[in-house]
């Protein structure tokens, strides 16, 4: 098992803060400009073209647009241990081998045949461009959230028999790492909003993580949320592309399930759109009864982990913050919408949902 330190030369607040986050949450993305990087592209993988740049928490991303088409750039923060990087890499040939209509990213080698090229700054590595929408700008629908759901399902079985070295560390965005967050905690300036969340914390721990370690676990993406997903734009209903397997994790699959469905709410009719998302899940990789009876506190720790990550990231990274809450909004308003229902109303809609009721 994997344990990310940070390193000492870059400070903490708390010893308890440091050891919850690891350094891939705590340090921000590397630097490298634009001007030192097109030479390493021609370099190693003769392609020349207009960089420019994209989005990310952790990593440097670049759309490089050349003659011979569109690439995605990626320059791994320069925590990220090596195995890490070889994880990330494998799954995305595994995936392109067990499935290759699935929409994901294809690896491009340099000329030497090597995954990646070893940076001070970090590896630097190549990937295909995906077309589509995001997802997250893209009109929303039953329709949709059921083939969401089919992709998922579909990730899931392809990912089922990978396995890697480095597929066991420890991630806090896993929802199975929901008692870390103590630490970080006092980052929600609400007092009613961290109150509800210590009280969840606490839940998971006693009541929750036991009977989550019971369950089948596997590699999973861990991260299917609407600004890692495309869509046809003259098909939201059809999804062209998968991105961003950097949060991959060894996890129950349920948690994989869970995290995609805190973004699939529609708080005004919770039960309804969740439904409809678990339908397209569950046609192509049924759950089992254990599953479904932690769905409802699963998705819960989700949207209590976005809030509670992003607003200390944010707090520490004011200049990254619109990217890093891009997410809150939604879990705000899913934690709402959550309220008014009740958990077991809420496991009975998801038992008829997958088939089990």
């Known amino acids: 098992m994997v344990i990310w330190r940070r390193p000492k030369a870059d400070p903490m607040p708390d010893t308890q803060t440091q050891d919850a986050l690891g350094a891939l949450l705590t340090l921000p993305p ?34 490089l647009t050349t003659p011979q088409g569109r690439f995605m750039v990626k320059l791994a923060n320069p925590a990220e241990p090596e195995p890490m990087t ?23 080698p340099t000329r030497d045949g090597a995954p990646w090229v070893a940076l001070p700054q970090g590896r630097l590595r190549l990937l295909t461009w995906l077309e589509g929408a995001p997802l997250h700008a893209a009109p929303h629908g039953p329709a949709q959230r059921r083939a969401v759901g089919d992709a998922l399902a579909r990730l899931t079985a392809a990912l089922a028999d990978y396995a890697h070295p480095a597929d066991d560390h420890i991630l806090l965005w896993d929802i199975k790492q929901v008692p870390r967050l103590a630490p970080l905690l006092p980052s929600l300036a ?3 909003l961290r109150a509800e969340a210590a009280a969840f ?12 370690s019971r369950l089948p676990a596997q590699v999973c993406h ?8 495309l869509v046809a734009p003259d098909d939201p209903t059809r999804v062209t592309g998968i991105l961003d397997f950097g949060d991959m994790v060894r996890t129950p699959r349920i948690c994989d399930l869970a ?87 809420a496991t009975a809609a998801f038992a008829r949902a997958t088939g089990l009721e």
């Open 259 to 345: 995290t995609a469905a805190a973004y699939q709410i529609d708080p005004d009719q919770a039960l309804e759109s969740l439904s409809a998302f678990l339908s397209g899940y569950a046609a192509r990789l049924p759950l089992t009864g254990p599953e479904v009876a932690l769905l409802f506190d699963l998705i819960t720790a989700r949207m209590v982990t976005t809030l509670t990550i992003a607003n200390w990231r944010a707090a520490r990274y004011p200049e990254n913050a619109p990217y890093i809450l891009r997410n809150a909004p939604s879990a705000r308003a899913g934690l709402a919408a959550f309220r008014r229902i009740d958990r077991a109303a």
């Open 190 to 192: 609400d007092s009613d």
């Open 201 to 212: 914390v606490a839940d998971f721990e006693t009541r929750i993580s036991p009977a989550l």
């Open 222 to 229: 861990a991260d299917f949320n609407p600004h890692n997903l």
């Open 86 to 108: 070889g994880f990330q890499t494998g799954a995305l040939l595994h995936v392109a081998a067990r499935d290759p209509a699935l929409p994901v990213p294809r690896l491009v």
């Open 30 to 63: 590397p630097e490298l400009a634009p001007g030192a990087l097109a030479p390493l592209l021609t370099r190693h993988w003769g392609l020349a073209g207009d960089l420019s740049p994209l989005t990310s928490e952790r990593d440097l991303n670049h759309r």
